[in-house]
């Protein structure tokens, strides 16, 4: 391939209207390059280059061929193989100047192999098992020529109605803005210019997680010490470390759509935190802001969005029609233009596509014989990160792990559920290549036992939320009933129960459930599968669900109804066989919950980290007159960092270095930890502070830091965690970064009610 250094050549003016012809500057500068490639561009170039098309029907693949060639086209998304991006890549390379195009998808949690969904990745607490499902996804996408991937998502979600909550890494800043970092540094690896790595855009920006009512789409209203403190330190923590974009949200802020909030893209984001990188809309969001009523047409949309700061238009229909009268008129300036294609360029060149504009694509001869074959697959990655995701909620009378050979029923209409097993934004990949549950405990079991199966209820017997979540799906209905009546389902279901020594049903949501725009009024697991649940309590066998979800659910009744309740959300390409293991004792769960489980939908929110009050309710004591709800208990069902083990573990001799700490200083705190049960396990120990006297009203406490440890059954260790002042910081009412003298608790625990707890006073 003839690499892009052929840039510089001389332009006729005689057929162009450009600047006359420079002497290339040298590829290795990158400020020269771009800068002597903008000098030589048309308007129209300029402009071709912010736009991000839609591979799609009123885009179809001979226009958007011809359109790259024109230079009108800067990049495109959902075209994710090689045999598809090559042709639009070649016709770049016949366009005038033969800038490359990039090519972008949504590699949210994985490309062809698909690990579980991010919020059951951040049920891991592994740094480690995180950071290689990035890496792997990176690799595959890369290997299918893909430049750019829409992630990490890294939205703070503490309404559970929100279908999103499924993408994101859940309800805590620490814990997430240290995912963010992993993923970026992931996905990126040794630089967004290496054949074997994609940039990462990170999203939304910003606050979309905190959408009113938990309802997608929906506006966000928020002091400016919540956003500084709470929602915005993942996206900036991405940032830090590296990543090359930011998708911009769809949501206003304080009234101001993010798509037109010059605070936010440029006060904030660029003087505040100093980033240089790729801004890009989210789908059609310019548009939108027509309807947000801040624009009056498409013409001011355009207007304001790239005024903002907004770069590339995805699925763009204004920028190409309207920003070159828009600047004739004097109502935008050739800067605001100029900026933005400079971002453009900019990351096109650090993607490596200026060296090489086939960096991913490579040649014809080398394509995979067949870009879907399992071959092409990272099934043990995927079943390791998958086991460290799983969360242990419920195991009364060491119900679980289950013998193998034991006589087992399986029921429930996920039982056998390939799609729904890889979750919401799949990526690539392929339902027939997802191990079921039914596969994976089959797998496990061989012929020592017996395996009986039913399916006991469909996903849901409401036929609106049915046609709802069969809408979109063109080529056949992701969701399939049984026809047969509710009853005999139950009836087939209980026969198999009675038939065996314990039952498992896997039961919850479908994949589009949790998914873009499937906000949810009702959290409980649909009415149809919870009188399954109710039938089979009443066999008498003993009882595990296996849960499968992308949000926490209301499970109050199923808790006490089930001896042993495993919360495997939706867990990628190899979960089957991942939650076998951990059903048979083959693996030791470990994963602790990233999102509080409500109790019920009325206790939304329920976050674990609230901010102090002057009536709280306090276990035990009477009610009246303080922050309750009288018709419940007060308090989650499960809580934040919470998750079981088939071992045991116990925290003793916790022990602070000192009981005060100077500004400069470091403080140590420690705690004895003990595997006190019969098997090897890995458990979570979590540091939690409070600052119990502030300048204003400061969160009951605050995860500073976490260490995942493995111990063997009767070993004991030490952990150790550091706090300096900069652990003791937040943004006061003056949006001033400050760590006041006075009282902190240290809470040390393994979720975040049990610890223990000791004081110092910062100095």
Known sequence: ?????????????????????????????????????????????????????????????????????????????????????????????????????????????????????????????????????????????????????????????RDPRWGRTSEGFGEDTYLVSRIAGVMVKALQGSGANAADSIMASVKHFALYGAVEGGRDYNIVDMSPVKMYQDYLPPYRAAIDAGAGGVMVALNSINGVPATADTWLMNDLLRKQWG????????????????????????????????KAGIHMSMNDTLYGKELPGLLKAGEIQQSDIDNAVRAVLDAKYDMGLFKDPYLRIGKAEDDPADTYADSRLHRAEARDVARRSLVLLKNQGETLPLKKTAKIALVGPLAKAPIDMMGSWAAAGRPAQSVTLFDGMTNALGAQSTLIYARGANITSDRKVLDYLNFLNFDAPEVVDDPRSAQVLIDEAVKAAKDADVVVAAVGESRGMSHESSSRTDLNIPANQRELIKALKATGKPLVLVLMNGRPLSILEEKDQADAILETWFSGTEGGNAIADVLFGDYNPSGKLPITFPRSVGQIPTYYNHLS???????????????????????????????????????????????????????????????????????????????????????????????KIMLKAGEQKVVHFTITEEDLKFFNARLKYVAEPGKFNVQIGLDSQDVTQQSFELL
Not at 8 to 21: C, E, I, K, N, P
Not at 135 to 153: C, G, K, N, W, Y
Not at 279 to 303: M, P
């Open 1 to 157: 391939m003839k690499k892009l250094c052929l840039l510089g050549l001389f332009v006729s003016l005689a057929s162009h209207t450009v600047l006359a012809a420079t002497t290339p500057a040298p590829l290795d500068n990158k400020d020269a390059f771009i800068g002597n490639l903008m000098k030589q561009m048309t308007l129209d170039e300029k402009i071709g280059q912010l736009r991000l098309i839609s591979i799609g029907p009123e885009m179809p693949r001979e226009l958007i061929r011809k359109e790259i060639a024109a230079g009108n086209i800067g990049g495109t998304f959902n075209s994710i193989t090689r045999p598809e991006n090559r042709p639009m890549q070649d016709a770049a390379m016949r366009s005038r100047l033969k800038i490359p195009m990039f090519f972008a998808y949504d590699v949210i949690h994985g490309h062809r192999t698909i690990f579980p969904i991010p919020l059951a990745l951040a049920s891991s607490w592994d740094m480690d098992a995180i950071g290689l499902s990035g890496r792997v996804a990176a690799r595959e996408a890369a290997a299918d020529s893909l430049d750019i991937t829409f992630a990490p998502m890294v939205d703070i979600s």
């Open 275 to 306: 980033f240089k990188g790729l801004a890009v809309s989210d789908h059609g969001a310019i548009f939108e802001l027509i309807k947000h009523g801040v624009a009056r047409d498409g013409r001011e949309a355009a207007k304001l969005a790239i």
């Open 613 to 707: 009050i002057g009536r709280p309710f306090t276990p035990g004591k009477p009610g009246n007159y303080t922050s309750q709800y009288f018709d419940d208990t007060t308090g989650p069902l499960f809580p934040f960092g919470f998750g079981l083990s088939y071992t045991h573990f116990s925290l003793t001799d916790m022990a602070l270095s000192s009981t005060t700490l100077n500004k400069t200083g470091k403080l140590d705190a420690s705690v004895m930890v003990k595997n006190t049960g019969q098997r090897d396990g890995e458990t979570v120990v979590q540091l939690y502070i409070q600052d119990v006297t502030g300048s204003m009203i400061r969160p009951v406490k605050e995860l500073k830091n976490f260490q």
